[in-house]
């Protein structure tokens, strides 16, 4: 199990009270289908942009409140459908959907960031939605409550740049920014010899820039966490459970000396049980819990 934002989304999970689990498979569907139509596939790049722009703007009819007049596919329909049920019942704000959209047609257009604020912008629409559609759905959204949230998913998908580091670079994308790599005296494009797992002057270099991405993941999630902690019943449990399966991957990435191209970290079986005491039976992690291996 990786560290991902849409394979981390809570769909139908026996946490979530019952009440909730159409409408977490309703946004799931809605966020996976998009992220699809942005990674796989052989459709050339223009024709993703024009069917992500077709969402955009039966997005943007929904909440309007007037019937779909974007051009979609029946199976596209299908999901609008069920989202438009989801986004009324629950009176969930569309602008999150908006800017999970703009950051997957941002990935079609955009293969490297320059620097931190670049990276943050792309997280802030890329990740931190899902959270944000999860408190609105709990109805926990104090501004307090949000930020939280947003430090975690952004934590996460920090994280899971870095574990995907080697993936990420067959898609033609990269999220080390590059004033880090040039912090480090690296070379972006020694990532094609790194990836074929060829020989590159710097390794350890590389490996420093990724305990620097992957210091940032750390302090993010530590900074979130205390939302975790402090939401009540199922919704603190899960996040508990997200926050520390984040956590796990960095500790594991450290031990395999920051180098995912050799030893990508993955979650498996067990560490479930590690997660699960660690959700319920620790305080709210600090530094030092958060090293443990």
């Not at 569907?29 to 050339?44: L, T």
């Not at 941002?106 to 943050?120: F, I, K, N, S």
């Not at 990532?191 to 797992?197: I, Q, T």
């Not at 600090?286 to 443990?292: E, K, N, S, T, V």
Request: charged fraction near 25%; glycine fraction near 8%.
């Amino acid at each position: 199990m990786s560290v991902d934002h849409y394979e981390n989304f809570p769909v139908a999970s026996l946490l979530l009270p019952a009440r909730l689990r159409p409408a977490v498979r309703d946004l799931y569907a809605f966020a996976r289908g998009a992220d699809d139509i942005a990674d796989e596939g052989d459709a050339p790049v223009q024709a993703r942009l024009a069917r992500l722009e077709a969402w955009r703007a039966a997005v943007r009819d929904l909440g309007a409140g007037r019937p779909i007049q974007a051009p979609l596919s029946e199976d596209d329909r299908a999901v609008f459908a069920r989202l438009g049920d989801t986004l009324a019942r629950h009176r969930l704000p569309i602008q999150p959907l908006l800017d999970l959209l703009s950051a997957f047609i941002q990935d079609l257009e955009v293969t490297r960031y320059a620097d931190e604020p670049h990276l943050l912008d792309y997280c802030r629409r890329s990740a931190n939605p899902v959270g944000r559609l999860m408190l609105h759905l709990f109805g926990h959204t104090a501004p307090e409550d949000l930020a939280q949230s947003d430090a975690i998913c952004t934590g996460l998908q920090r994280a899971n740049f870095c574990q995907d580091v080697a993936l990420d670079h067959a898609k033609g994308r990269c999220y080390i920014p590059l004033d880090c790599l040039a912090r480090h005296g690296l070379d972006p494009h020694d990532l094609d010899a790194l990836c074929a797992g060829a020989p590159v002057p710097s390794p350890d270099a590389w490996r420093a820039a990724v305990r620097e991405q992957a210091g940032q993941a750390r302090r993010a999630l530590l900074a979130g966490s205390p939302l975790a902690w402090r939401l009540p019943g199922r919704i603190g449990l899960e996040l508990r459970l997200v926050v520390h399966g984040g956590l796990r991957i960095l500790d594991k990435l450290a031990a395999g000396g920051y180098d995912p191209w050799r030893n990508r970290p993955i979650l498996g079986r067990g560490d479930a049980f590690l997660l699960c005491w660690r959700a319920f039976l620790t305080p709210r992690p600090d530094a030092a819990l958060a090293q443990l291996p």
